[in-house]
């Protein structure tokens, strides 16, 4: 006995599968952790103001930043934070500490305002831009303005305590990705209007990534999918992002131009080098700021592009035959007769005055700035740079190249997620028992039972490894092709055992010949299948893929790392 476990632990295939086993498990990398994971943080919300970074995209699961406690009470479940954060009153400092560092914010009344069926009088600053020479150097200078106009009157309601801007799950004891199926989200199935090339298929899911990860969303998914029919298809998998988010950012192409009468002078991306983003550099306008009237605050937000020559000279061409408007309250010539009107997706957001001195100048740089309501300072100051940030971001991501139109939005709320886990491993584990129970009935001996049991949880960490290792999520498709991996697993290593006891029967004697002739039913079984699974790569918009992938992995590390393992132990136990 003693010679056979030595054959066995230094077989080289032997030693190969535990060498797999061994990388899996690191890769995987089980951990006891408690607390709940930062999913993504909300801009220019509490928990961004108070430093709370935004996890990096594609950070390892169990290497995310982990809320430990909230003013030195545990938080060990999603269930405890929002126990406590309900509780929280407006205008209250707290500290949230984190395995990565701790952070002070104060909590925030969360108002709704109601648009009444009145108007009032406002008075509004607005800068226009003047190209001054000083000491022989034309410069641009800002100068302000103000306008009275009118507005709607509004009521103010308060709804509590604002959200603080933590979007938060259970902390991950894996590096294994799960699937909205199991962790909650939204996926959304877009269609491309017109037939796109590979290369253009590529530069949309670039353009959109870019779109959502400047937008602050992340655990993002986008890649290309098709059909049978051959139609095309963009999957994009959000975990946390609701709906409404989605339909915003992606089913709407983010069209931005600038406009001089009817002439269109830069459009957002294609005539934009530079789009100023920092703190120093953007952000609300400390000229004009923010004012009150009535029961409303409004803040401008400011920031500045740098447009391309071409732009420039286009702007020129456009005002070049503008008149000069004559302000007789300064006794100058202020501004031009048409401003330029800034559209978003062919909706007019903001017109800028262009100031005098700018006619038939071809200027590169120019400050870009819109305005945002609210019933108090601080939600005008959010909703304003709210503006802000999706502007810039459709500035610098341009359009998308084609319109999108939505095929299907699932949304999957992490409590069914939950479920789906719950099922999913209990399955799994009546899967895997069901087939012990049989192969034990079947061959009544322990050390043919036991090695098929071993390779067969064998195969699934691999297979989980794998997974962690290349970052693929486990949804339920995939689970499903986990467990085609373990039955074609187990009907391999009955082969293997069943040609080899019962070779004498058929005059084959040779080891060699027994098991090369249970690798040749093997080989054919295998192709069979990943010949099989292909097809359904590509079918129901791609959201078979992960059965197949995972089921295609699952058979090929069977074929070639567990089942010749398995073999040799059957060699050396039965010979």
Not at 88 to 110: A, C, F, G, M
Not at 526 to 552: C, D, E, N, Q, S
Request: proline content about 3%; some cysteine.
């Amino acid at each position: 006995m003693n010679q056979k476990i030595k054959k066995i632990f230094t077989n080289w295939r032997i030693i190969l599968l535990l060498v797999f086993i061994v990388i899996s498990l690191v890769a995987i990398h089980p951990v006891v952790s408690e607390g709940v994971a930062i999913r993504s943080v909300l801009t220019n919300s509490s928990a961004s103001i108070a430093g709370i970074p935004q996890p990096k995209p594609n950070v390892q699961p169990v290497s995310r930043e982990i809320i430990t406690s909230i003013n030195n009470v545990p938080i060990n479940s999603i269930e405890d934070y929002y126990d406590y954060v309900s509780a929280l009153s407006p205008n209250r400092t707290i500290q949230i500490k984190t395995t990565s560092d701790s952070y002070k914010l104060t909590t925030r009344e969360d108002i709704e305002t109601i648009e009444l069926n009145e108007t009032e009088q406002k008075t509004i600053t607005e800068i226009i831009q003047r190209n001054v020479t000083i000491n022989g150097t034309s410069q641009l200078i800002n100068e302000t303005i103000t306008k009275t106009i009118t507005v709607p009157k509004t009521k103010e309601i308060s709804k509590g305590t604002e959200d603080l801007g933590l979007r938060i799950y259970d902390a991950p004891k894996t590096n294994i990705r799960k699937g909205l199926d199991l962790q909650g989200g939204t996926r959304v199935v877009l269609q491309p209007e017109v037939k796109l090339s590979q290369f253009d298929i590529g530069t949309l899911i670039d353009n959109m990534k870019q779109r959502l990860n400047v937008f602050g969303l992340s655990d993002i998914v986008v890649r290309d999918a098709g059909d049978l029919s051959g139609n095309q298809f963009i999957v994009v998998e959000i975990a946390g992002a609701t709906e409404e988010e989605l339909r915003d950012l992606l089913a709407k192409q983010g069209k931005f131009e600038a406009k001089v009468g009817n002439a269109t002078v830069f459009k957002g991306g294609q005539d934009i080098i530079f789009v100023a983003r920092s703190a120093q550099e953007a952000g609300i306008d400390p000229v004009a700021g923010c004012s009150q009237s009535g029961s409303q605050w409004f803040c401008r937000f400011r920031f500045s592009i740098t447009l391309t020559q071409e732009a420039a000279q286009r702007q020129a061409d456009a005002t070049r035959n503008l008149e000069v408007i004559f302000d007789p309250d300064t006794g100058r010539s202020d501004y031009l007769s048409q401003p330029i009107e800034l559209f978003l997706d062919d909706v007019k957001v903001d017109e800028l005055n262009i100031g005098a001195d700018l006619r038939g100048e071809a200027v590169t740089q120019i400050a870009i700035s819109g305005s945002g309501s609210g019933p108090n300072q601080q939600q005008a100051i959010f909703n304003s740079l709210e503006s802000m940030k999706r502007l810039q971001t459709i500035l610098i991501t341009g359009s998308l190249p084609v319109k999108l139109n939505i095929v299907k939005i699932d949304a999957i709320s992490p409590v069914l997620g939950e479920e789906f886990v719950k099922n999913a491993i209990l399955m799994s584990l009546v899967a895997i028992t069901s087939v012990a129970i049989v192969v034990g009935i079947r061959y009544r001996k322990y050390t043919i039972a036991l090695p098929i049991l071993v390779t067969m949880i064998s195969e699934v960490v691999i297979l989980l490894g794998v997974a962690a290792i290349i970052g693929w999520n486990i949804d339920l498709a995939a689970i499903a092709g986990i467990i085609v991996a373990i039955g074609t697993g187990v009907d391999h290593q009955i082969i293997i055992t069943d040609e080899t006891l019962r070779g004498v029967t058929r005059n084959i004697y040779n080891w060699k010949e027994k098991i090369k002739r249970a690798f040749s039913i093997i080989m054919l079984a295998y192709l069979t299948v990943v010949v099989a699974m292909i097809p359904l790569i590509f079918a129901g918009a791609g959201l078979l893929k992960g059965f197949a992938i995972t089921t295609i992995i699952g058979v090929t590390v069977g074929v070639f790392i567990t089942r010749p393992a398995y073999s040799n132990f059957i060699e050396i136990m039965l010979k």
